[in-house]
C-alpha cells in the first residue's frame, strides 16, 4: 500500500519558475512540479549529481503521463562543475512547458 502523500509548499526548493530536485519520492516530486506547472505554464526543473535521473524521471512522469499531448521539453541542459575536491559533478535542467 503505498503512503499518503501530502502536496506542501517547500519553499527551499521552489523558486517563483524553477524546481529544483531532490530526495524525495520521483513521483512526490512530480505531483510537485505538476502544482506549480499548473499555475505558471513553464516550469525549470533541475538535479546534480545523483539526482540527475531522479529529473529526468520526473520530467518524463510530467510530459509522457500526466499531460500528454499537453506539454513539451521547451529545453535539456546537460552541463558540471567541479567540486572542492576535484570530482565532476554532472548537472541538468530541463524546461517543460504547458502547450494548451
Do not use: W, Y
Not at 502523500?5 to 512530480?30: G, L, R, T, Y
Not at 500526466?66 to 554532472?90: F, Q, R, Y
Amino acid at each position: 500500500m503505498l503512503p499518503d502523500i501530502s502536496i506542501e509548499k517547500q519553499i527551499d526548493h521552489i523558486d517563483q519558475n524553477s524546481f529544483s530536485i531532490n530526495d524525495n519520492p520521483v513521483m512526490h516530486n512530480a505531483l510537485e512540479v505538476l502544482s506549480v506547472l499548473q499555475k505558471t505554464r513553464k516550469i525549470t526543473i533541475s538535479g546534480q549529481g545523483d539526482l540527475c535521473p531522479n529529473t529526468v524521471a520526473v520530467a518524463n512522469i510530467i510530459i509522457e503521463n500526466l499531460l500528454v499531448g499537453h506539454s513539451k521539453a521547451e529545453k535539456i541542459t546537460v552541463d558540471g562543475k567541479i567540486s572542492a575536491d576535484g570530482h565532476m559533478i554532472p548537472m541538468i535542467k530541463i524546461s517543460i512547458v504547458k502547450t494548451d
